[in-house]
């Protein structure tokens, strides 16, 4: 165990004496707050600063540390998300469609409570929100009081995977509705955590929005790459250090430097109702170049929210989405006439996604 962590490991030890000797101290409390997220206690910084804020009201430092301490523990996308409006829009269609009258839901990964709120407001009798966030729990209690419906949505804090069927849902959901995607629709570990839903939450013939998503590909350049690249500095080359950049490479699907030299294809699809894969789960398929030079792969999401509707955030000129694209760049840029056939591989585990040109088929 290096010094770090073992340092980390007697502060956690002693954690819970300490909070014990702060008593009613808010400076202390808050203090031990921000001690709490460095040493990886993460589910006793909110907690903490909410007692430091009890104790000390008027303490403006207390304010400010704690409430720096409860932003920093609220990833930034979130908010991009709400501003979303295509995804906003995709969302409310598809639970319009599925909710009626007296329709029991469950929201997974609730965040603000907006999901919920679109239930309701489409006639859900019953909508439970489950955030495991406790801040944002919070947060979406107070967002669904001050909109009205907090006798038909409860905010429940906690991991869908630890719901209880009947002490917490009062029996299955008609609708399980959840937005926990990220870029490469893999990462916040949908796949794992809506098999468990749909499994073991949802009743008989019950919808799950979205059903299903696909990781979809695309030969491609983005020319914009070596603005991020280092060459030269101060007369030196340091292009090497461009090795050890980290891939895939992250870009907004509006960028009009990203162009794509193919048609979109799906190289991975989901099904999120079904048991999934047993990982790691492999894919190949073939794109056909419509000319070069092509710099690499790129990949962003489709979501199938129900047998009508869908949501993708396909780059292009004018798009707009939340979740970004990624790029695989090819070691070196791939210079073929149209109608080159160019094989794409895939790999997931569960949780990450890696792409590349198999240049082995």
């Known amino acids: 165990m290096n010094d770090g962590n073992h340092l980390n490991a007697v502060a956690r030890a002693g954690f819970e004496p300490m909070v014990a000797a702060a008593g009613r101290d808010g400076r202390k409390l808050a203090a031990l707050a921000g001690l709490a997220a460095k040493i990886g206690l993460r589910n006793r910084v909110y907690p903490l600063a909410l007692q430091a804020r009890e104790h000390a009201p008027d303490d403006v430092e207390v304010a400010a ?66 955030e495991e966030n406790p801040a944002i729990a919070d947060t979406a209690t107070r967002i669904v009081a001050a909109n009205g419906y907090a006798d038909r949505i409860r905010v429940v804090t906690g991991n869908s995977t630890e719901l209880d069927v009947e002490a917490d849902l009062e029996g299955r959901a008609d609708v399980i509705v959840s937005e926990i995607v990220s870029n490469d629709l893999l ?52 292009s090497g250090f461009n090795t050890l ?46 000319g070069g030079p092509i710099g690499g792969v790129i990949q962003w999401i489709r979501l199938q929210l129900d047998a009508e509707g869908s949501y993708e955030n396909r780059p292009g000129p004018g798009a707009k989405s939340h979740w ?10 791939l210079d073929v006439p149209a109608g080159t056939a160019v094989r794409i591989a895939g790999l997931h585990d569960g949780q990450r996604l890696l792409v590349w040109r198999d240049d082995a088929a």
Not at 106 to 123: E, K, P, V, Y
Not at 191 to 218: C, E, F, N, Y
Not at 255 to 281: G, K, N, Q, V, Y
Not at 327 to 333: A, K, N
Request: some cysteine; proline content about 6%; glycine content about 10%.
């Open 245 to 290: 950049a980290q891939v895939p490479r992250s870009i907004a699907v509006s960028d009009a430097t990203l162009a794509l030299h193919s048609a979109a294809a799906p190289l991975l699809s989901f099904d999120f109702t079904a048991r999934p894969a047993r990982e790691p789960h492999r894919s190949a398929l073939t794109l056909t170049a419509t």
């Open 187 to 238: 990462a916040e570990g949908v796949l794992k955590t809506l098999g468990d839903a749909s499994a073991r939450l949802l009743a008989p013939g019950g919808q799950m929005i979205p059903a299903g998503g696909d990781v979809m590909v695309a030969l491609g350049s983005w020319s914009a790459i070596e603005e991020r690249d280092v060459a030269t500095v101060d007369g030196f080359d340091l």
């Open 65 to 130: 540390r704690t409430q720096q301490l409860i932003g920093n523990s609220v990833p930034r996308w979130h908010f991009n998300m709400l501003r979303d409006a295509a995804r906003n829009a995709a969302f409310d269609a598809a639970i319009r469609r599925a909710v009626t009258p007296g329709t029991h839901v469950l929201d997974i990964g609730a965040g603000s409570g907006l999901l919920s709120l679109m239930a309701a407001r489409a006639g859900a009798g019953r909508v439970v929100a489950c």
């Open 324 to 333: 970004g694209a990624q790029y695989y760049p090819f070691d070196q840029p």
